[in-house]
């Protein structure tokens, strides 16, 4: 499966944005989804992630409350929406896909710059 990651961009503290995650292929509601994000010189941190259905969510403890994940199977799309926006946001963000709600990801989107300016 190939994953396109979209919507990043410059936005002030306090702002939102909404990633999107688009997938190839005709199975995408079999596939365990995710988000992360990567700072310069961090590690990567999880952000979130959704089971195939979409009835399982969960989130990372530096954006729980502040972000929301939901996903359109018709659509083959994931999508991050965050609020509150912080500069310790300021990442790139990666989505992810895995077979079922367990286990390693194994497709990785390309990724989308956000930076949050205060």
């Known amino acids: 499966v190939q994953l396109q990651a979209s919507g990043g961009g410059l936005v002030q503290a306090g702002g939102s944005l909404r990633l999107s995650c688009t997938a190839s292929?005709?199975?995408?509601?079999?596939?365990?989804m995710g988000w992360f994000r990567q700072a310069p010189g961090k590690e990567r941190e999880f952000v979130g992630s959704?089971?195939?259905?979409?009835?399982?969510?969960w989130y990372g403890d530096s954006v729980k409350g502040r972000c929301t994940i939901s996903r359109d199977n018709a659509k083959n799309t994931v999508y991050l929406r965050m609020n509150s926006l912080k500069p310790e946001d300021t990442a790139v963000y990666y989505c992810?896909?895995?077979?079922?709600?367990?286990?390693?990801?194994?497709?990785w989107g390309q990724g989308t710059q956000v930076t949050v300016s205060s």
């Open positions: 992810a896909a895995r077979r079922g709600a367990f286990g390693s990801y194994n497709y």
């Open positions: 959704v089971s195939g259905s979409g009835s399982s969510i």
């Open positions: 292929g005709r199975t995408f509601s079999t596939f365990g």
